[in-house]
């Protein structure tokens, strides 16, 4: 029997207590391909690249345009917009950056990357377009160097009062250790080398090289101040001194503001020559 549905397409539906299923289906699906979809008085219109009677037209998304660098009046909830701005201008600690188009606010999980154009050295901002600079974090501590580094692509989420750089740029900040000595052992004209550290949360990693020439009485430890205090375990640091032949040693993580190199064995410092340590480690905030 034949049956009309509103489409004005008529389809063949089986008799009763007919076996020909198959055929019966492959007829009304040829109805269904010769039918007209170009918008005849019995079909149903489908505009050029659209769908259901033109709701969606033209590729567009409900009726918005979908810009080159932002999908525009939520028209696709839930999808987080990410935006390269370029390299970034301004001051080492204030640096910007100008997506295209411009921007001039900022959503909450929204995403930049951009290539710094400076290396910061400390706690910094970030201004993005015209909207109004924000602190800058990192695992949700301020920068304290190294985070944002020359050349290096920096990745971006904006908070509701500050925006988290996600990956850390690798670089080191810098610190000037004070030494002081076990008992009444000097450290004397003490230059350091290199004193650099990472801050990740509540984790510092640090490296330090110095030398000075050792006098007063011979003691077993030199004391060098820590660029964060420490905050009790976990904390592990290994290096050597050079005093008179090369000694390992292991650190003592005394009080919170300094850490303490001795010998291996605990003996005395040999007073009266050079002594040169470097030290490499972590510990907790």
């Not at 970034?88 to 995403?111: C, D, F, R, W």
């Not at 990745?155 to 990956?167: A, R, Y």
């Not at 330090?208 to 640091?237: E, H, K, Q, V």
């Not at 000694?247 to 605990?266: E, L």
Request: proline content about 4%; aromatic content about 8%.
């Amino acid at each position: 029997m034949t049956e009309s549905i509103t489409l004005g397409i008529d389809l063949e539906l089986p008799d009763v207590g007919s076996q020909d299923w198959a055929g019966t289906i492959r007829t009304s699906f040829e109805a269904i391909s010769s039918h007209d979809h170009t918008g005849s008085g019995n079909g149903t219109q489908i505009g050029t690249n659209g769908l259901a009677a033109g709701a969606v037209t033209n590729a567009k998304i409900a009726s918005e345009a979908v810009g080159s660098t932002k999908l525009l009046a939520g028209s696709a909830t839930g999808f987080t917009t990410r935006v390269f701005g370029g390299t970034s201008t301004g001051l080492a600690n204030a640096q910007e950056i100008a997506p295209s188009p411009a921007i001039s606010s900022l959503g909450v999980g929204e995403v930049f990357t951009f290539i710094p154009g400076l290396t910061n050295t400390g706690a910094g901002t970030l201004k993005i377009g015209s909207a109004t600079a924000l602190p800058l974090r990192y695992m949700g501590q301020a920068l304290v160097g190294g985070e944002v580094v020359l050349g290096r692509p920096c990745i971006c989420l904006v908070d509701s009062t500050v925006i988290h750089v996600l990956n850390h740029g690798g670089g080191w900040a810098t610190w000037t250790p004070s030494y002081t000595q076990s008992s009444s052992m000097t450290f004397g004209s003490p230059t350091t080398s290199a004193a650099r550290y990472q801050l990740h949360g509540n984790r510092v990693d640090y490296m330090i090289s110095a030398s000075g020439t050792l006098g007063g009485s011979a003691a077993p430890g030199i004391d060098f101040t820590l660029p964060i205090a420490r905050s009790g375990n976990p904390a592990g640091s290994n290096g050597y001194t050079s005093n008179s032949g090369l000694f390992a040693t292991y650190c003592f993580h005394g009080s919170g503001a300094d850490i303490q190199m001795r010998k291996y064995d605990g003996s005395n410092f040999i007073t009266g020559v050079t002594a040169s340590i470097v030290v490499a480690g972590f510990y907790a905030v």
